[in-house]
T-cell receptor, first 115, second 114 residues
């Protein structure tokens, strides 16, 4: 069982609100990721981090931002939520060995609904 | 374009029966292929991971195969149980970057009926 946590698990919020989705891991992994997943669709990488003070945008354009001040913590923020942001957000982290063998561990996800 | 295609999109089987899920990919250069199980409302959990030189790997009742020449993989589930009901996602990693980027299929939604 992976030690990666996400809060809240479910969030329903009105348009225009600022929200922060929390992600933390206790495995000491340097690499962390945020994915967005709509029902029946594949996961899309929206942000990733190689380590503290490192953040990069992923393949899917997102209005969200991330920060990595501590190794174990990788929060995602939406300054002004819109209905188009309604989706499931999954956080993941990976081990540090050679990239060809690393494993990604996923959190349980946050289901966000913007009304 | 790097892609991962899975079939069937959904599958219903009776408890105790076997089934096989398919995955075709075009990701290059290839690093490894994983199968994940994702329960509804949860994050994916890894079942198997195979590199270029491996053509089969088992994890309990789950057996994955890989044909790197034809760029195909399958996941065989033996003696299915109700708890096997989930989405099974094929994920291919490339070795073209230090990130080891992952390419996800859309998954096969498996439902096991009693």
């Amino acid at each position: 069982e992976a030690d990666i946590y996400q809060t809240p698990r479910y969030l329903v919020i009105g348009t225009g609100k600022k929200i922060t989705l929390e992600c933390s891991q206790t495995m000491g992994h340097d690499k962390m990721y945020w994915y967005q997943q709509d029902p029946g669709m594949e996961l899309h990488l929206i942000h990733y981090s190689y380590g503290v003070n490192s953040t990069e945008k992923g393949d899917l354009s997102s209005e969200s931002t991330v920060s990595r001040i501590r190794t174990e913590h990788f929060p995602l923020t939406l300054e002004s939520a819109r209905p188009s942001h309604t989706s499931q957000y999954l956080c993941a982290s990976s081990e540090n060995p050679h990239p060809s063998s690393y494993e990604q561990y996923f959190g349980p996800g946050t289901r966000l609904t913007v009304t | 374009k790097n892609q991962v295609e899975q079939s069937p999109q959904s599958l219903i089987i009776l408890e105790g029966k076997n089934c096989t899920l398919q995955c075709n990919y075009t990701v290059s250069p290839f690093s490894n292929l994983r199968w994940y199980k994702q329960d509804t409302g949860r994050g994916p959990v890894s079942l198997t991971i195979m590199t270029f030189s491996e053509n089969t790997k088992s994890n309990g009742r789950y057996t994955a195969t890989l044909d790197a020449d034809t760029k195909q993989s399958s996941l065989h589930i033996t003696a299915s149980q109700l708890s096997d009901s989930a989405s099974y996602i094929c994920v291919v990693s490339d070795r073209g970057s230090t990130l080891g980027r992952l390419y996800f299929g859309r998954g096969t939604q498996l439902t096991v009926w009693p």
